[in-house]
């Protein structure tokens, strides 16, 4: 069943986060190889996998949760795959400035800053496609 | 155009927090009014007021932002607004779990465990319900 | 100079916290002893010490510092420092609501009623009075 | 191989956190079973379970981490894991003061406070001993 | 009024932010025009505007709330306006100091450097100052 | 008493930071010289010389410590602590997968990349070794 998590996990991660995501991992994994066999089986096998919210309510969330923590480059990360996912850019800026009276105006623009920086590099970045 | 932010940021504010919502703008605008009316015109009127995303799905971000800042007491009032905007108990729960991998499992556990408290205690509490 | 410095760090901590602060130290002194000495000389007697701003600015800054981590208690304590060197109640409450945009709300409305809480007994609650 | 981690995850679990914690993880369950069931397969059998650090010293890093959280309700049962697995109450102490030039005093303070709870109660509660 | 408070808040932003402020806030109201609106009008024009604390000791406050979350774009950004307001260097250096034991050292020398940093530019940079 | 603190805490930060740690202490001293001598004599001097955990295992601490907070240039020099301090490259892996469960996967996969980072660049940096 471990095996079947991982194997779905690699799908759902690849979805979001395409070629780019793939290496990005497969470092992570050089370095400590049981946490990256996690980001699979746990994160994206199994957690990622819940049936009741679809990829793309999840995606809002994360890019919420990311920006609350102030980690942009996390930020960034769940911006490409909400977008991967048929997000609109609309409904991205509107997650991240829905946070804005939670999480504060330093994080809220940074993350705003962020998201638009994939807009503008989005067409010419094929390493960040669904696959 | 201030005071219609106003007015619809309550009627947003009562449909999510009910009577119990009221009554705690309520005490906030007595110790400082200027925020009190901001909590309505701006946070309410203006941010949640957005067209892009409904009222169920913002209502995840911001339980999901709440918990991962570990403030108990927003990340249950949220789960209420949830509720109030026709949300399941399986929707909310996974919302939470959602983050596990991002916010930590103490904030991940403390929230269920609102949550879950809320939904025990939602048919006895009138005044939770939107007006 | 160490004993100079633990000298002045107790006169100034009294002089924000009362009786109820030399207890509360004490308290800490007698779990971590090293720590409880550190109060005294590092903190009260070396930072808190510094010339350039004086007590009641300086506990503006740290009612904000407390709020923005979301730690109540300490936000009481600085707040009933901060009328202790005279700072009056609006001065207080904008101390907090300054902070709104920058720490979000949950920690702002917490730390608000706070401190409408410590203006509540501050008549009755002699431990708390500057000796 | 899932399945053996999910017993290993127990085994070390309630060698930490006895019957309480026992009690605790079940509630959890209930609430969010897959959640639940990453606690002990993935939280305590994969991450735990690792080899190069003891669990007492694993403990160490989590009080702190959960320390640096201000998740006060983290750090106690940390702490009880820590006692569970040899640690003395200098070495507990030592590993919160060592975190108070990087988490600040306010969340130093606060779980030195928990900690010493624990210790004051360790004996009447044998719900806390490992199993 | 809502107008009023606009125009208010360009005034305050720019009289700390300068040229460098008002182009910042420019891009960011292209990204999300709503959001870049409640800069002015609700950050700047409503709770940057209150009576109770001039804009020197609220630039002080700020300095730290940014200083306490790690936010060093933010914590530059209001040493540049405590200095548009007449703040010393001095004053500067003990709001961050004064941070140190309640927000730990990694994030009070991160904004000390930050802080150096925007004195050594000062004279050079005509684009952050007040207008 | 308090020069031996001092001169006690340069000896134990020069052992586990070497010549980088001493010019980045020197040019915060700079900034703010009662901060500086502070970082000697009460950091390191009483706070890191406390005799229950050895430094190799107080590092671990606080590897995990700046990792939650996302402090990456913190993760970093406490990395090269460790190294310093005779830590394996696993015993210091381990120490911040340990979090993952936590802190979050953002954090802790940002805090692995930066040790393999120092790890990748330990021997050729003799600044970085032990004075």
């Known amino acids: 069943m471990s095996d079947d998590k991982?194997?779905?996990?690699?799908?759902?991660?690849?979805?979001?986060?395409g070629k780019s995501g793939e290496e990005?991992?497969?470092?992570?994994?050089?370095?400590?190889?049981?946490?990256g066999r996690a980001i699979f089986e746990y994160c994206y096998g199994t957690v990622w996998a819940q049936p009741h919210l679809d990829l793309k309510h999840k995606l809002f969330i994360l890019i919420a949760v990311c920006a609350s923590q102030g980690e942009y480059g996390a930020v960034e990360r769940q911006v490409r795959g909400a977008l991967n996912q048929g997000a609109t850019q609309e409904e991205i800026i509107e997650a991240i400035t829905t946070c804005a009276p939670y999480i504060g105006y330093p994080r809220t623009n940074g993350s705003l800053r962020v998201a638009q920086d994939v807009f503008d590099k989005w067409e010419e970045r094929d390493d960040w496609k669904a696959i």
């Open 24 to 35: 990005r991992i497969a470092q992570l994994t050089k370095i400590a190889p049981a946490h």
């Open 6 to 17: 991982y194997e779905k996990g690699k799908m759902i991660a690849y979805s979001c986060l």
